[in-house]
Protein backbone atom coordinates (compact mmCIF):
# COMPACT_ATOMS: atom_id res chain seq x y z
CA UNK A 1 0.00 0.00 0.00
CA UNK A 2 1.16 3.46 -1.30
CA UNK A 3 1.41 5.89 1.84
CA UNK A 4 2.43 9.66 1.24
CA UNK A 5 3.81 12.04 4.23
CA UNK A 6 4.52 15.36 3.40
CA UNK A 7 6.58 17.08 6.20
CA UNK A 8 8.14 20.66 7.13
CA UNK A 9 5.72 23.15 6.83
CA UNK A 10 5.29 25.48 9.43
CA UNK A 11 5.49 29.14 10.16
CA UNK A 12 7.31 31.78 8.18
CA UNK A 13 7.66 35.07 7.84
CA UNK A 14 7.05 37.00 4.31
CA UNK A 15 10.65 36.82 2.57
CA UNK A 16 11.49 34.05 3.90
CA UNK A 17 12.27 30.31 3.13
CA UNK A 18 11.48 26.98 3.70
CA UNK A 19 12.03 23.53 2.76
CA UNK A 20 9.31 20.75 2.60
CA UNK A 21 9.89 17.47 2.65
CA UNK A 22 7.67 14.32 1.24
CA UNK A 23 8.61 10.69 1.65
CA UNK A 24 6.76 7.85 -0.57
CA UNK A 25 6.69 3.73 0.97
CA UNK A 26 5.21 1.22 -0.99
CA UNK A 27 5.92 1.55 -4.51
CA UNK A 28 8.98 2.28 -6.81
CA UNK A 29 8.64 6.12 -6.55
CA UNK A 30 11.28 6.88 -9.35
CA UNK A 31 8.88 5.46 -12.13
CA UNK A 32 6.46 8.72 -11.39
CA UNK A 33 6.31 12.13 -12.39
CA UNK A 34 5.35 14.07 -9.13
CA UNK A 35 4.00 16.97 -8.05
CA UNK A 36 3.71 19.37 -5.11
CA UNK A 37 0.14 20.71 -4.77
CA UNK A 38 -1.58 23.07 -2.42
CA UNK A 39 -4.87 23.99 -1.19
CA UNK A 40 -5.84 27.19 0.72
CA UNK A 41 -9.09 27.75 2.49
CA UNK A 42 -11.66 28.13 -0.05
CA UNK A 43 -9.90 27.12 -3.07
CA UNK A 44 -9.13 24.07 -5.01
CA UNK A 45 -6.09 21.85 -4.59
CA UNK A 46 -3.60 22.84 -7.07
CA UNK A 47 -0.59 21.84 -8.85
CA UNK A 48 2.28 23.66 -7.96
CA UNK A 49 5.31 21.73 -9.00
CA UNK A 50 6.06 19.23 -11.09
CA UNK A 51 8.97 17.11 -11.47
CA UNK A 52 9.80 14.58 -14.31
CA UNK A 53 10.64 10.73 -12.89
CA UNK A 54 14.33 11.43 -13.38
CA UNK A 55 14.25 15.00 -11.97
CA UNK A 56 15.75 16.19 -14.92
CA UNK A 57 12.24 18.21 -16.10
CA UNK A 58 9.84 20.04 -14.17
CA UNK A 59 7.58 23.53 -14.33
CA UNK A 60 6.03 25.53 -12.01
CA UNK A 61 2.56 27.88 -11.98
CA UNK A 62 3.11 31.14 -13.04
CA UNK A 63 2.92 32.95 -9.05
CA UNK A 64 5.71 30.57 -8.24
CA UNK A 65 8.19 30.90 -10.42
CA UNK A 66 11.70 32.04 -9.72
CA UNK A 67 10.42 31.09 -6.14
CA UNK A 68 9.97 27.46 -5.34
CA UNK A 69 11.90 24.82 -6.80
CA UNK A 70 11.27 21.10 -6.63
CA UNK A 71 13.94 18.29 -6.14
CA UNK A 72 14.03 14.71 -6.04
CA UNK A 73 16.34 11.82 -4.79
CA UNK A 74 14.80 8.27 -5.59
CA UNK A 75 17.58 6.12 -3.88
CA UNK A 76 15.63 7.79 -0.89
CA UNK A 77 12.07 7.91 -2.05
CA UNK A 78 11.91 11.17 -1.36
CA UNK A 79 10.94 14.89 -3.06
CA UNK A 80 11.60 18.60 -1.92
CA UNK A 81 10.45 21.85 -2.66
CA UNK A 82 12.38 25.00 -1.47
CA UNK A 83 10.35 27.85 -1.17
CA UNK A 84 12.10 31.39 -1.44
CA UNK A 85 11.17 34.82 -0.80
CA UNK A 86 7.34 33.25 0.21
CA UNK A 87 3.98 36.04 0.02
CA UNK A 88 1.00 35.71 2.25
CA UNK A 89 -0.38 34.14 -1.05
CA UNK A 90 1.77 30.99 -0.53
CA UNK A 91 0.11 30.34 2.76
CA UNK A 92 -1.63 26.56 2.23
CA UNK A 93 -1.45 22.78 3.28
CA UNK A 94 0.74 21.43 0.50
CA UNK A 95 0.53 17.98 -0.49
CA UNK A 96 2.82 15.55 -2.85
CA UNK A 97 1.11 12.98 -5.39
CA UNK A 98 1.89 12.10 -8.90
CA UNK A 99 1.52 14.17 -11.47
CA UNK A 100 -2.09 12.31 -11.92
CA UNK A 101 -3.09 12.21 -8.42
CA UNK A 102 -2.71 8.40 -8.43
CA UNK A 103 -2.08 8.05 -5.05
CA UNK A 104 -3.60 8.23 -1.90
CA UNK A 105 -3.48 12.22 -0.25
CA UNK A 106 -1.21 11.98 2.42
CA UNK A 107 -1.88 14.47 5.24
CA UNK A 108 -0.25 17.60 4.28
CA UNK A 109 1.59 19.51 5.58
CA UNK A 110 0.77 23.38 6.44
CA UNK A 111 2.40 26.11 5.62
CA UNK A 112 1.79 30.07 7.09
CA UNK A 113 3.89 33.44 5.73
CA UNK A 114 2.68 35.95 8.34
CA UNK A 115 4.35 38.73 10.12
Known amino acids: QVQVVESGGGLVQPGGSLRLSCTVS????????MGWYRESPGKRRELVVW????????STIDSVRGRFTASRDNDKNTMHLQMQYVNPEDTAVYFCNTESRAFAWGPGTQVTVSS
Open 51 to 58: ISARGTEG
Open 26 to 33: GTDFSTYN
